[in-house]
């Protein structure tokens, strides 16, 4: 395994892999991983000849005073790991090479943004847009693989995939969860062990969800006031959004059916989460 900084010669390392016939599977990462990566990796391991890694903290999605400067890193940690899963390639560029000065261009996907955490992020999926069309013309995957707890994330990446004609096949891997049901998240390091436990309440609201449409339940507004409720008996817990969606358009629905999704993003005191499952589907 080979940790390459440099832009530049991971672009040309990647073009001669590409010229060799080899296939090019990349999980783009802000590193501190978990086993969620490690599933991503393991399956890239699987579907391609060249497995890369990106760690980058990417600062164009992270607004004011959002967690920039105390998110996790452990690039030792990050690698050590990354070697097990069988990575071939690291790339761990700095924020003034991938963003160097002068530098003035974006990727903005309308639509699926405006909605659930691009309303309360703004410019965040401008972010990742951004830097994943960057990290893609870099690396130049056959293959990329991302997590389903990002759900948004996931749809907006598709999206600007196929509008912009990049070569890459976008893979969407399932949620990884912790034992008691807390979906593995780099961020779940911030929690006290008070919030650790308030935090399943993302899981239980989840649950319940499930149930009451096993139940029979089919209107998105007494749904999503059963996980209000739920979530809102935690003394630290504030709701960001609690949002009924359809899986492809995003769109909020009034009556469910198979295509619909529940996203939940709530603060368990300073800390930030996010989940999401499909309505009809067991936990």
């Known amino acids: 395994m080979e940790t390459i900084t440099d832009v530049?010669?991971?672009?040309?390392?990647?073009?001669?892999?590409?010229?060799e016939g080899r296939r090019i599977a990349f999980v783009p990462t802000m590193g501190y991983l978990h086993e969620g990566h490690l599933s991503l990796?393991?399956?890239?391991?699987r579907r391609g000849d060249l497995l890369v890694l990106s760690i980058f903290v990417n600062p164009t999605q992270f607004g004011q005073g959002e967690d920039l400067d105390s998110y996790p890193r452990n690039l030792t940690g990050d690698s050590e790991m990354a070697r097990s899963a069988g990575v071939d390639l690291i790339f761990a560029p700095e924020a003034r090479d991938v963003y160097p000065a002068g530098y003035a261009t974006y990727v903005q996907v309308e639509g699926l943004t405006e909605t659930l955490c691009g309303r309360s992020r703004p410019g965040h999926f401008q972010g990742?847009?951004?830097?994943?069309?960057?990290?893609?013309n870099i690396v130049q995957p056959h293959v990329a693989l991302f997590g389903n707890k990002d759900f948004q994330q996931l749809a907006v990446i598709r999206r600007m995939t196929r509008d912009l004609n990049l070569p890459a096949e976008i893979v969407g891997m399932p949620i990884v969860r912790e034992t008691d049901g807390l979906a593995m998240s780099s961020r779940n390091v911030y929690l006290s062990a008070a919030e650790r436990q308030q935090a399943l309440a993302l899981i239980d609201a989840i649950r319940l969800a499930v149930k009451r449409v096993g139940e029979g339940e089919r209107r998105a507004d007494a749904l999503i006031d059963s996980v209000r409720q739920r979530i809102e008996r935690e003394p630290d817990a504030a709701i960001d959004y609690v949002q009924i969606c359809h899986a492809e358009t995003l769109e909020d629905m009034e009556t469910i059916d198979f295509d619909s999704v529940l996203l939940l993003a709530v603060r368990i005191g300073g800390t930030r989460l996010i989940d999401n499952h499909y309505l009809f589907q067991e936990v």
């Open 41 to 45: 990796l393991r399956e890239g391991r």
């Open 128 to 136: 990742v847009t951004t830097v994943v069309c960057k990290l893609f």
């Open 8 to 19: 530049q010669t991971m672009q040309e390392r990647c073009a001669a892999a590409r010229r």
